[in-house]
């Protein structure tokens, strides 16, 4: 059966990751790995002259992660020290909390008595490490925010991350058209209560069901059966669906906010003998297993986060603020898509991380 993918999956994010920043006279060529087709980049703001910067090699770069739990942390990691060594950094010290905010806090303080020039910090809780950048503050050490959100009150320098509502908002478009004359009886997987991505995925998703079905019939309507949570992780993930296929077999649609948590469902659903019936999709990730399972039709839509250039490109401000660049916007978003078996393969790298 046609279905109208072909005008949801290429609409671009509101901003845009800039490409190239100056350090000394090096130039600095994208990220670790290739930008995703289509991806529009504005160049960063211009150095204040500071007198006497480091060199990279000179350089030690702290990062601290809350998890490494889900293959796209490990990626993210993974792109920060790629990025480092192509840029010449003298070390990368890299730190996993578990999942544990309190140890994430005394990861960030043993980090910051290692001399570290800049930390990069993807934050468990965007209240609970505040302090944390207060600390890194006092030291006079620049934090650079990765991936998740963090309170405004926190002291760093930008926020490095996907666009998770424009994202959502074209798995939503897609969805409606996908389901268009069938009522949506939803299913709901999200990662951690309080996290605000995932609430700024899912609002996205809902936003655009809506616009998509008032263009398509001047009328909007669906329906949340349940909440499962997942953690984020496959494991979660397919816990969490086995619940909810007994609590409510009526769904027709699974909507998850990552890749993960969707394809551990998957696993559930395709064990309950309800592979098919059930329409999978995901606000965001892009995790290569994901985009294979798309290829087989066995999976929706997927949004488009790519980890190797959220982490690289942190780097890249990173090094362009120690050079003395300033006037930073608060966050960079990343290039928006939907990701469908129409344009799969335009995104797709076997050789990925993720």
């Not at 920060?80 to 303080?109: F, R, S, Y």
């Not at 006079?140 to 002291?155: H, K």
């Not at 649609?253 to 696993?267: P, Q, R, Y």
Request: aromatic share 6%; hydrophobic share 45%; proline share 5%.
């Amino acid at each position: 059966m046609p279905r109208k993918e072909d005008s949801l999956n290429t609409r671009h994010g509101a901003w845009a990751i800039a490409a190239a920043v100056a350090l000394g006279t090096a130039v600095l060529a994208g990220c670790g790995a290739p930008t995703p087709p289509a991806a529009s980049r504005t160049a960063l703001p211009a150095a204040t002259g500071a007198a006497a910067p480091k060199a990279a090699k000179e350089i030690t770069i702290g990062l601290s992660m809350y998890t490494l739990a889900a293959p796209y942390f490990a990626a993210q990691t993974n792109a920060v020290k790629k990025k480092a060594a192509e840029m010449g950094v003298k070390a990368v010290i890299a730190t996993e909390a578990h999942d544990d905010m309190n140890k994430q806090l005394a990861d960030v303080e043993d980090l910051l008595s290692k001399n570290i020039d800049v930390l990069i910090l993807n934050p468990k809780d965007p209240k609970g490490l505040v302090p944390a950048t207060k600390a890194a503050a006092r030291a006079g050490i620049p934090v650079i925010v990765i991936d998740s959100s963090i309170d405004p009150s926190a002291d760093y320098v930008t926020t490095v991350q996907s666009n998770n509502l424009a994202n959502g908002e074209l798995v939503g478009e897609w969805l409606a058209s996908r389901m268009k004359g069938q009522p949506i009886r939803m299913a709901l997987l999200s990662g951690t209560q309080g996290n605000p991505v995932g609430k700024e995925r899912r609002q996205g998703v809902f936003r655009g069901i809506i616009e998509q079905q008032l263009r398509d019939s001047n009328k909007s309507g669906f329906e949340i059966l349940t909440q499962g949570w997942g953690n984020w992780t496959h494991e979660g993930g397919l816990k969490a669906m086995e619940d909810i296929l007994v609590a409510r077999p009526d769904a027709n649609v699974l909507l998850c906010e990552n890749d993960s948590m969707c394809l551990g469902a998957l696993k559930a659903i395709t064990e309950a003998g309800r592979k098919g019936q059930i329409l999978v999709a995901a606000a965001a990730d892009g995790q290569k297993e994901a985009y294979e399972a798309i290829r087989r039709g066995e999976y929706g839509a997927t949004g488009l986060n790519d980890p190797a250039l959220v982490g690289g490109t942190a780097v890249e401000i990173a090094l362009g603020y120690l050079a003395g660049r300033r006037d930073f916007p608060k966050i960079y978003y990343t290039e928006a898509a939907a990701i469908t078996r129409l344009n799969v393969d335009k995104f797709y790298r076997a050789n990925s991380d993720f």
